[in-house]
């Protein structure tokens, strides 16, 4: 029988695997579950040029923007919901700094379903009287050869790199979701199952022993993941289920000093270019505060 291999390495390390001008996906939804220590480390490698993939997307996508790492947004929603607007975002758009691709929410999740099944598109058909599709010439109309109705084929999201971020995992690459799960961990599912490069990052790093005893939540099996990261907080100041809540008081900050690139700049300089790893960066958000954030999980 074939040795397991195992898995586990640093952020560093596992960011390497992302190259100037890949296309890359993050998991989680809107400001839920998002991958934040490994969008950090992106950052402090200042990678370019890449492309992010998805269906809504919030301060991920939103640092990115702000540090020069994106070039192209793939997505149906950048923003910080009722924390206000992404503004790193709103500046690249509006001064033409980036190109945004414009999904509806649900059909960019369909782009994984056709990567997923090796298809070149996935076909939908309620797009009729969508101004998406004067705004997104990839989408292209055809006429269904059995009934005749009116389609669409949306092209796959073939994306070179997938990273996601879970509650647990084992040094193997087995990822965990909830029995009782939502959105956030179901696009983990969603934007693994068809990329060849997924990265794991994980709250915990528990056994190959509880992972079989309960082997139907393995959201990504071993063989699926490229490596996986022990990242605790690892999705800071978004959520984790079963893990952490919501830091408002973060989103608050960071709505505010997000706001003209200076001041972002000082954000960058102090929080991740000023800082080694995101472990040096926790030491900023302080032992009581991300206590508080997991305390009655």
């Given at each position: 029988?074939?040795?397991?291999?195992?898995?586990?390495?640093?952020?560093?390390?596992?960011?390497?695997?992302?190259?100037?001008?890949?296309?890359?996906?993050?998991?989680?939804?809107?400001?839920?579950?998002?991958?934040?220590?490994?969008?950090?480390?992106?950052?402090?490698?200042?990678?370019?040029?890449?492309?992010?993939?998805?269906?809504?997307?919030?301060?991920?996508?939103?640092?990115?923007?702000?540090?020069?790492?994106?070039?192209?947004?793939?997505?149906?929603?950048?923003?910080?919901?009722?924390?206000?607007?992404?503004?790193?975002?709103?500046?690249?758009?509006?001064?033409?700094?980036?190109?945004?691709?414009?999904?509806?929410?649900?059909?960019?999740?369909?782009?994984?379903?056709?990567?997923?099944?090796?298809?070149?598109?996935?076909?939908?058909?309620?797009?009729?009287?969508?101004?998406?599709?004067?705004?997104?010439?990839?989408?292209?109309?055809?006429?269904?050869?059995?009934?005749?109705?009116?389609?669409?084929?949306?092209?796959?999201?073939?994306?070179?790199?997938?990273?996601?971020?879970?509650?647990?995992?084992?040094?193997?690459?087995?990822?965990?979701?909830?029995?009782?799960?939502?959105?956030?961990?179901?696009?983990?599912?969603?934007?693994?199952?068809?990329?060849?490069?997924?990265?794991?990052?994980?709250?915990?790093?528990?056994?190959?022993?509880?992972?079989?005893?309960q082997a139907e939540n393995t959201i990504?099996?071993?063989?699926?993941?490229?490596?996986?990261?022990?990242?605790?907080?690892?999705?800071?100041?978004?959520?984790?289920?079963?893990?952490?809540?919501?830091?408002?008081?973060?989103?608050?900050?960071?709505?505010?000093?997000?706001?003209?690139?200076?001041?972002?700049?000082?954000?960058?300089?102090?929080?991740?270019?000023?800082?080694?790893?995101?472990?040096?960066?926790?030491?900023?958000?302080?032992?009581?505060?991300?206590?508080?954030?997991?305390?009655?999980?």
């Amino acid at each position: 029988m074939k040795e397991r291999k195992i898995k586990l390495c640093g952020m560093e390390e596992a960011a390497r695997y992302v190259e100037n001008g890949m296309r890359i996906a993050t998991g989680g939804f809107s400001v839920y579950q998002k991958p934040m220590a490994f969008v950090h480390e992106l950052i402090r490698q200042k990678k370019k040029n890449l492309t992010l993939v998805g269906s809504t997307h919030s301060i991920d996508a939103d640092m990115l923007i702000g540090a020069g790492c994106l070039s192209k947004i793939e997505t149906s929603y950048v923003g910080l919901e009722k924390f206000g607007l992404a503004k790193n975002f709103r500046r690249a758009y509006e001064g033409g700094e980036i190109e945004v691709v414009h999904y509806s929410e649900m059909m960019a999740w369909d782009r994984f379903l056709a990567e997923r099944e090796r298809m070149p598109f996935y076909t939908v058909d309620f797009l009729g009287g969508s101004d998406i599709l004067n705004k997104n010439p990839e989408i292209k109309p055809f006429r269904c050869p059995m009934t005749g109705r009116q389609m669409y084929a949306v092209p796959a999201a073939n994306v070179d790199v997938a990273i996601v971020h879970v509650h647990a995992a084992d040094q193997y690459g087995n990822a965990l979701i909830q029995g009782r799960h939502m959105m956030p961990q179901s696009m983990n599912a969603a934007i693994t199952r068809g990329c060849e490069t997924v990265i794991v990052t994980a709250e915990k790093i528990i056994s190959n022993e509880e992972i079989r005893a309960q082997a139907e939540n393995t959201i990504v099996p071993a063989f699926k993941t490229t490596c996986v990261v022990h990242a605790p907080f690892g999705s800071h100041p978004t959520p984790t289920l079963l893990a952490s809540r919501t830091d408002e008081g973060f989103f608050r900050y960071y709505a505010d000093i997000s706001g003209t690139k200076e001041t972002f700049q000082r954000f960058l300089d102090r929080y991740i270019y000023g800082t080694k790893s995101f472990s040096e960066y926790l030491q900023f958000i302080g032992k009581e505060k991300l206590e508080e954030l997991k305390r009655g999980i």
